[in-house]
């Protein structure tokens, strides 16, 4: 009986490696978060940079650029594991330029940049020498992360590498117990192509884990519930086995003393990751935090005629992020042939314009002290709160009652054009705005205080409205 569970067992791990088995779903399953957060005495020095570089570019490049149905087309299609990796044969990036990847995302007013190093496919875009499956052992015979790691650093952004431990072409992942060996080959893929990208590149900045820890695309990552079925967020693997994270990312930590690392290994992070436009999420200003998310709707690879969002879609995530006291990281998937989709640099641009006439309301501030409300959010440094109005329609002409700040407000000015009068009462600050843009994205005020808008606590921000009263001898 028992011989014949295991055989019936060992068919369906089967099946699933030859990937004819049923859909298991999407990738925008949501995760639990385990991971503990960093508590050394070095943690907020060591993360400050990155707190007030608030925008960065991520892009999710590989063989599943190729077919240009995103990053997920070998799961998704359940492709053959020996047929997707022909795709390795065809990738030779002829237009590779991370000199010109660099420059966009500097236009773009970001300040650090993420690349997938390896995804969950496997194929490793530098050189392992443990792995056939890289672009260095087929048709590009190249180790694009070191040219990509070299550019990001003269250009003078920040590099980050994205990681992901998991590899779908391992039964061991779908099946630990029954394929230790496996699994346990995996977790020396993990360590050892971690160690590669730790010692060979220089200084790294990020190391943007994705798919580790014990959540659903950890090991065991599929469940037998009627059906084969990707394993549900709240139903943990409770196997023996593990990816080490812990022991693996003090290595990392070791080799580089300086790296950030996000939230998705079981090891202590520097900052949690949100994903996807509607995981903006609250106010939080306690641990760092990132929302990611695409450029485009749809995949995080490359996707032919995947829309792209609008300007004011984009600032509007990248406005309510730092409000919310988080970062944004933006994802492009650049093309097969390496290059960013010129719409998808043009789009970047404009956001790097924005962001050189209204940047100091967004670099190195901080979120509140106004939570976010109808109005929109706000931002602060020094002495000043900027009011991020993201909701002008409902406003113009009106005068939006927020609630009292402890500090005295010496000056208000509008930053976007059109005029801002200011009132600070016992009651509150009455901001009214007039003849301001119709079109404005992102109406900002700047309220000047006489104190450091860093000694207000987070004031909860229900804003009224009432008309504005006409001025004197006007109708
Ligand atoms: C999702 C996608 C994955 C992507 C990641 C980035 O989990 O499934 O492909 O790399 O988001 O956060």
Same mark, same amino acid.
């Given at each position: 009986?028992k011989?014949l569970?295991l055989?019936?067992?060992?068919?369906a791990?089967?099946?699933?490696?030859l990937?004819?088995?049923?859909?298991?779903?999407?990738?925008?399953v949501?995760r639990?978060?385990s991971?503990?957060?960093?508590?050394?005495?070095?943690?907020?020095?060591?993360?400050a940079?990155?707190?007030?570089?608030k925008f960065?570019?991520?892009?999710?490049?590989? *063989?599943?650029?190729?077919?240009?149905?995103?990053?997920w *087309?070998q799961w998704?299609?359940q492709?053959?594991?020996d047929?997707?990796a022909?795709?390795?044969?065809?990738?030779h990036p002829?237009k590779f330029?991370?000199?010109a990847?660099?420059a966009v995302?500097k236009?773009?007013?970001?300040?650090?940049?993420?690349l997938?190093a390896?995804?969950?496919d496997?194929? =490793?875009?530098?050189d392992?020498?443990?792995?056939?499956?890289t672009a260095?052992?087929?048709?590009?015979h190249?180790d694009?992360?070191?040219?990509?790691?070299?550019?990001?650093?003269?250009?003078?952004l920040?590099?980050?590498?994205?990681?992901s431990?998991l590899?779908?072409?391992?039964?061991?992942?779908?099946?630990p117990?029954?394929?230790? +060996?496996?699994a346990?080959e995996?977790?020396?893929q993990?360590?050892?192509?971690?160690?590669e990208?730790?010692?060979h590149?220089?200084k790294?900045?990020?190391?943007?884990f994705?798919g580790?820890?014990v959540?659903w695309?950890g090991?065991?990552?599929v469940n037998?519930k009627g059906r084969?079925?990707?394993?549900p967020?709240?139903?943990?693997?409770t196997g023996?086995?593990t990816?080490?994270?812990?022991e693996?990312?003090?290595k990392?930590?070791?080799?580089q003393?300086s790296i950030?690392?996000n939230?998705r290994?079981?090891?202590?992070?520097d900052f949690?990751?949100r994903?996807?436009d509607r995981?903006m999420g609250n106010?939080?200003?306690?641990h760092?935090?990132e929302?990611?998310?695409t450029?485009?709707?749809?995949?995080w690879?490359y996707q032919?005629?995947?829309?792209?969002?609008?300007?004011s879609?984009?600032?509007?995530?990248l *406005?309510?992020a730092?409000?919310?006291?988080?970062n944004l990281?933006?994802n492009?998937?650049?093309r097969p042939?390496?290059q960013?989709?010129?719409?998808?640099?043009?789009?970047?641009?404009? *956001?790097?314009d924005?962001?050189k006439l209204?940047?100091?309301?967004?670099? =190195?501030?901080?979120?509140?002290p106004?939570?976010?409300?109808d109005f929109g959010?706000?931002t602060?440094r020094?002495?000043?709160?900027?009011?991020?109005?993201?909701n002008l329609?409902?406003?113009?002409g009106k005068?939006l009652?927020?609630p009292?700040l402890?500090?005295?407000?010496?000056?208000?000015a509008?930053?976007?054009?059109g005029t801002?009068?200011?009132r600070q009462?016992? =009651?509150g600050?009455?901001v009214?705005l007039?003849d301001?843009?119709a079109?404005a994205?992102?109406s900002i005020?700047?309220?000047?205080?006489a104190s450091? +808008?860093?000694?207000?606590?987070?004031?909860?921000?229900s804003?009224?409205m009432?008309?504005?009263?006409?001025p004197?001898?006007?109708?």
């Amino acid at each position: 009986m028992k011989a014949l569970a295991l055989h019936v067992r060992l068919i369906a791990a089967f099946v699933i490696l030859l990937g004819v088995t049923a859909n298991f779903g999407t990738a925008s399953v949501a995760r639990a978060q385990s991971a503990p957060m960093v508590t050394d005495a070095d943690a907020a020095q060591r993360i400050a940079w990155w707190r007030d570089a608030k925008f960065g570019l991520f892009m999710h490049w590989g *063989v599943y650029s190729i077919p240009g149905r995103g990053e997920w *087309v070998q799961w998704q299609e359940q492709i053959p594991v020996d047929e997707y990796a022909k795709l390795a044969d065809q990738f030779h990036p002829d237009k590779f330029d991370p000199d010109a990847w660099a420059a966009v995302a500097k236009a773009a007013g970001m300040k650090y940049t993420v690349l997938t190093a390896r995804h969950h496919d496997g194929f =490793a875009l530098f050189d392992d020498p443990g792995s056939s499956f890289t672009a260095m052992k087929s048709a590009a015979h190249h180790d694009f992360v070191a040219d990509y790691v070299a550019a990001v650093r003269k250009a003078g952004l920040r590099v980050g590498l994205y990681y992901s431990p998991l590899d779908w072409r391992y039964p061991g992942f779908y099946f630990p117990e029954l394929y230790r +060996a496996n699994a346990i080959e995996l977790r020396e893929q993990y360590q050892r192509q971690l160690n590669e990208l730790a010692s060979h590149y220089g200084k790294l900045d990020i190391l943007w884990f994705d798919g580790g820890g014990v959540d659903w695309l950890g090991f065991g990552g599929v469940n037998f519930k009627g059906r084969w079925q990707a394993r549900p967020k709240g139903d943990p693997y409770t196997g023996t086995f593990t990816w080490q994270d812990v022991e693996t990312v003090a290595k990392l930590r070791k080799l580089q003393p300086s790296i950030l690392i996000n939230d998705r290994t079981d090891a202590p992070a520097d900052f949690r990751s949100r994903e996807g436009d509607r995981a903006m999420g609250n106010f939080e200003n306690q641990h760092p935090w990132e929302l990611c998310t695409t450029l485009t709707d749809g995949a995080w690879g490359y996707q032919l005629n995947a829309r792209i969002k609008s300007l004011s879609e984009v600032l509007h995530l990248l *406005v309510g992020a730092v409000g919310r006291d988080g970062n944004l990281l933006l994802n492009v998937g650049p093309r097969p042939d390496g290059q960013i989709e010129p719409a998808h640099a043009a789009r970047l641009r404009e *956001v790097g314009d924005w962001l050189k006439l209204y940047g100091q309301s967004i670099y =190195a501030t901080r979120g509140g002290p106004y939570l976010p409300g109808d109005f929109g959010v706000s931002t602060y440094r020094d002495k000043t709160i900027y009011l991020h109005i993201l909701n002008l329609a409902s406003f113009n002409g009106k005068t939006l009652q927020l609630p009292p700040l402890s500090a005295k407000v010496v000056d208000c000015a509008v930053l976007t054009g059109g005029t801002a009068t200011c009132r600070q009462t016992a =009651a509150g600050v009455d901001v009214t705005l007039t003849d301001n843009p119709a079109d404005a994205i992102d109406s900002i005020v700047a309220l000047s205080l006489a104190s450091p +808008a860093s000694e207000i606590m987070p004031i909860k921000t229900s804003v009224t409205m009432k008309e504005t009263a006409a001025p004197a001898g006007k109708e």
